[in-house]
Structures are given as C-alpha cells and as structure tokens.
C-alpha cells in the first residue's frame, strides 16, 4: 500500500493509493478470458459485480458501484468505485503484464481513496480478488 501525504497540515487532504499485485501462472489472454466471465468480474468487483465496455456502469451486491472507464482488451480495464451512495468516486486500474509465456503480472492500483476511508480494508479486498483470480487461473 502507498499513502500519500502525512502530518496535521493540509497534506490530509491529499488521497491515498492502494497497489497491490500477483504474478498468476497463465497467459495475458487467458487471465483476460476469466476477468471478463461472470465469475471474473465478481471476482473483481463482488458478487453481482459485471464488467462491460467503456461507458457502462457497474454494480455490486454489497452497494459498491461505479462507471467502466477504460476497456483495452488483454491488458487493462479502469472504473470508478464508489463505496456507497454517498461516497466519493475513486478510480481502479487493473493491468495485465506478460511476465513470461504463461505468466502474468496482475496489478490492481486504486486512486483517490479518502484518507478518512480505512485503506487497510481496501487493500485486503484487492488482495482477495487477487487471490480468486489466481486460484481460478490454476484450475482453468
């Protein structure tokens, strides 16, 4: 995890950033073919949760919500995460890398977290959807 800004002075207005990452043992298009499946995306976003192309909006059972920003098949997709109705836009990135021929670098980077939010749980909830990603890539 990385936290931006520090002290009582204005840099506790500046946000925090979560990064969190895993190398899985399969090919870019095969990480990319599960993302994109039912199970992918609520693996990601939370069970409800459905990735669609850039422009359409998402929604998760637990009342997480957000837009699909950026849609680049095989290597990224970016939304905006709300944790609530009331709760201010934060941005997730998701990249694919080839680390390897069947080895993928899966990182998620999420932006614009209040620092009055806890990022220590936000940062478990990537680190979860990592490990789903990666325990359904092995058996696929």
Request: overall charge negative; cysteine-free.
């Amino acid at each position: 995890m990385t936290d931006q800004g520090a002290g009582d002075t204005l840099a506790n207005a500046v946000d925090t950033t979560v990064t969190v990452s895993r190398s899985v043992s399969q090919s870019p298009k095969n990480v990319w073919k599960f993302l994109v499946t039912r199970e992918g995306a609520e693996a990601l976003l939370g069970p409800g949760g459905e990735l669609g192309d850039k422009g359409d909006s998402w929604h998760a059972e637990d009342g997480t919500f957000g837009v699909i920003r950026s849609y680049h098949p095989l290597e990224q997709i970016r939304f905006s995460w709300h944790a609530a109705e009331e709760a201010p836009k934060t941005i997730v990135d998701v990249r694919l890398v080839a680390a390897d021929q069947d080895q993928t670098t899966v990182e998620i980077r999420h932006e614009l977290i209040p620092r009055y939010f806890d990022a220590g749980a936000i940062e478990k909830r990537w680190e979860a959807a990592l490990e789903k990603l990666e325990t359904a890539a092995a058996v696929s």
